[in-house]
């Protein structure tokens, strides 16, 4: 049945769906597969809308919600309908509900997750005319609020920088210091001085050497590390948001406020660690 008039859709009940937030590293370029590309940023998948409202234009993966189904089997399920992604892993993010995100629609309540992928995945998803990745400082114009999820999700990831599981999540279990230094880079979004951060990160104690060389290029071979394993590394637990409804004021404000509560320790940790090793923090 329709609703005829905005104010019966006002308030009508409201529909209820998943949308996911999918980051990847990829390369300083607006071709993701160039994976040669020696400084990275994030990049996430976008399909364009094939319905009203925001009939054409780029959104988040989503999908609606099934009896039969979970929270969770519903966002996989969108996500591999519509990006062919299946990540290891998905963590629900925040609950999504400003009665004027629908724009005069139905009211519209979107239960947001995401998920860190390695670059091969990203790699190997296949772009159309409906689905293709972006470069997180260069979105088109999004349907509904969210470009508001995805600066929501970019201010939690960067808020847990330090914690392992961020780079592992991005690189893999093994990586260079130039490819970590390059997630640094990607997910703070600035240059970090490269010698500086090889020095930190070395004497941080948190990395230890696998014994094994790469060669990165035309440089000499590079060492392979990993994380020290520690219980007190990984983000799984800080990372999930509660699952109340905000407005969109409401959301800014509880998400920083949140942030701040969660992840004190991490946030400062960060700034201690970033601050040095940015070329403007010198003077």
Same mark, same amino acid.
Not at 35 to 62: D, E, I, K, M, N
Not at 173 to 197: C, K, W
């Given at each position: 049945?329709?609703?005829?008039?905005?104010?019966?859709?006002?308030?009508?009940?409201?529909?209820? /769906?998943?949308?996911?937030?999918?980051?990847?590293?990829?390369?300083?370029?607006?071709?993701?597969?160039?994976?040669?590309?020696?400084?990275?940023?994030?990049?996430?998948? #976008?399909?364009?809308?094939?319905?009203?409202?925001?009939?054409?234009?780029?959104? #988040?993966?989503?999908?609606?919600?099934?009896?039969?189904?979970?929270?969770e089997q519903s966002a996989y399920m969108a996500l591999e309908s519509t990006t062919s992604l299946h990540p290891r892993y998905l963590e629900q993010l925040y609950t999504f509900g400003d009665p004027a995100r629908s724009h005069g629609g139905l009211p519209m309540v979107s239960i947001v997750y995401w998920a860190l992928v390695e670059q091969r995945e990203a790699v190997d998803a296949e772009d159309d005319d409906n689905v293709r990745w972006f470069p997180e400082d260069d979105l088109p114009p999004l349907a509904f609020d969210h470009r508001d999820i995805i600066d929501y999700a970019l201010?939690?990831?960067?808020?847990?920088?330090?914690?392992?599981?961020?780079?592992?999540?991005?690189?893999?279990?093994?990586?260079?210091?130039?490819?970590?230094? /390059?997630?640094?880079?990607?997910?703070?979004?600035?240059?970090?001085?490269?010698?500086?951060?090889?020095?930190?990160?070395?004497?941080?104690?948190?990395?230890?050497?696998? /014994?094994r060389k790469v060669r990165e290029g035309r440089q000499r071979p590079a060492a392979v590390y990993r994380y020290v394993p520690s219980d007190t590394l990984g983000i799984a637990s800080p990372w999930q948001g509660n699952a109340s409804t905000y407005s969109r004021q409401d959301m800014i404000e509880s998400a920083d406020s949140q942030i701040d509560h969660e992840a004190e320790h991490a946030t400062t940790h960060a700034d201690d660690a970033l601050s040095p090793l940015i070329p403007a923090a010198h003077g």
């Open positions: 049945m329709g609703f005829g008039n905005v104010s019966e859709r006002r308030n009508a009940p409201p529909q209820i /769906g998943v949308s996911v937030v999918i980051l990847a590293l990829g390369p300083r370029s607006h071709d993701v597969r160039d994976t040669s590309a020696s400084h990275c940023q994030l990049w996430l998948p #976008l399909v364009r809308r094939v319905r009203q409202p925001f009939l054409g234009c780029w959104a #988040l993966p989503g999908g609606d919600l099934r009896a039969d189904r979970s929270l201010a939690r990831l960067r808020s847990k920088i330090e914690y392992s599981d961020v780079a592992t999540r991005l690189l893999g279990p093994t990586f260079t210091l130039r490819q970590l230094h /390059g997630v640094y880079e990607a997910i703070a979004g600035q240059s970090l001085d490269l010698a500086n951060f090889r020095r930190k990160m070395l004497a941080s104690g948190d990395l230890e050497d696998t /014994g």
